[in-house]
């Protein structure tokens, strides 16, 4: 897929990078020359200009980018103007960055696609992670269900999934397992990069360090990892 990511403060260039080392075709956008030229190398297109100027946005490639998403947070003014801007020129998906109630509001009245609060949502995730053992991340589906990824226990480190048998002891799906594989960086470095095994069967066994996906019910989540 194509991107185009405007803002390249911490948000904005982790998203950027990411979606590079991801294989999709990134161009990150941003007025100040410095940051642009400090992740030329890290992303696959990186641009200095005023995202505030409609004219300077009708420069991009808008209509072929399938989604345009606006990271600015550090300022409300600039971060509403190119969605205002963005929204003009009708491109195809419209994603804003919210990092107040208020800012939220305006972008709904402008009418993008969808909203995200990136703090916001990182804190009920480390919120969620520090209160239980194990946990590396979550996200939640319903008020009751839940798709955590945490440390597979150290008593299940070498049974497979129809050994233990989640299901019918907790209630609990695995849906994959992440374990860490031998990779190299944008530099040719080699380093340790996760990947999901795919599809898990009955005979999957679970290797120590394993990352558990599990859907279901926190409280049964919770049973499983601290029993």
């Known amino acids: 897929m194509k991107y185009i990511i405007i803002g390249l403060g911490y948000f904005g260039s982790s998203l950027s990078m990411r979606l590079t080392e991801m294989g999709h075709e990134v161009i990150a956008v941003d007025k100040d020359l410095e940051k642009v030229t400090q992740y030329k190398d ?18 991009l490639p808008l209509h072929d980018t399938d989604v345009v998403l606006v990271g600015i947070g550090e300022n409300f003014g600039a971060s509403v103007m190119a969605v205002a801007n963005l929204k003009q020129l009708q491109v195809k998906k419209l994603i804003g960055r919210a990092i107040s109630p208020l800012h939220q509001t305006v972008l709904e009245a402008i009418g993008v696609d969808k909203i995200i609060s990136p703090e916001a949502e990182s804190a009920e995730r480390h919120a969620k992670s520090m209160d239980m053992k194990g946990v590396i991340d979550s996200f939640d ?5 839940n798709i955590i990824e945490a440390t597979v226990p150290d008593r299940y480190v070498g049974q497979t999934i129809g050994e233990v048998n989640f299901r019918q002891r907790f209630n609990i799906n695995v849906l994959t397992v992440i374990r860490m594989r031998d990779s190299r960086n944008l530099f040719g470095k080699p380093h340790k990069k996760p ?3 795919g599809v898990v069967s009955p005979d999957t066994r679970f290797e120590a360090g394993d990352i558990l996906v599990l859907f279901g019910k926190i409280e049964d989540i919770e049973r499983l990892l601290h029993q």
């Open 42 to 59: 890290l992303v696959t297109h990186t641009v200095a200009l005023d995202a505030t100027s409609i004219q300077a946005l009708g420069t």
């Open 141 to 145: 589906l319903t008020e009751d269900y």
């Open 195 to 197: 990947a999901a095994v």
